[in-house]
Nanobody, 125 residues
Framework: QVQLAESGGGLVQAGGSLKLSCAAP????????MGWFRQGPGKEREFVAAINWSGDVTYYAEAVKLRFTISRDNGKNMVYLQMNRLQPVDTAVYYC??????????????????WGKGTLVTVSS
């Protein structure tokens, strides 16, 4: 089982930006769809964004469209989530996930093949 490793979380003021990274140490993400999920305080884990293997198809939750951008560098075995115009409601633990099947809005965290331990993003008002 591949253990993914997220990084890049932290504390940022409202309106600021952060870029999250996801790696698969010692493994390959070859052929996998990749996604980001998040879980805010007192909330269920929810889909944020996803990207297919070739990087030419992306999906976003309505709440983050036009603010977040998912990307991947298959040569470096990395996936990224650029988050702009962050708001306090974006405060959450962000998790990276991998699945051989397509990841889309409505995809369930429990169905993912692999996942990381998460990175905390805190947005202050």
């Amino acid at each position: 089982q591949v253990q993914l490793a997220e990084s890049g979380g932290g504390l940022v003021q409202a309106g600021g930006s952060l870029k999250l990274s996801c790696a698969a140490p010692g493994r390959t993400l070859n052929g996998y769809c990749m996604g980001w999920f998040r879980q805010g305080p007192g909330k269920e884990r929810e889909f944020v964004a996803a990207i297919n293997w070739s990087g030419d198809v992306t999906y976003y939750a309505e709440a983050v469209k036009l603010r977040f951008t998912i990307s991947r560098d298959n040569g470096k075995n990395m996936v990224y989530l650029q988050m702009n115009r962050l708001q306090p409601v974006d405060t959450a633990v962000y998790y990276c996930a991998a699945d051989f099947a397509p990841i889309r809005p409505g995809s369930r965290w429990g169905d993912m093949d692999y996942w990381g331990k998460g990175t905390l993003v805190t947005v202050s008002s």
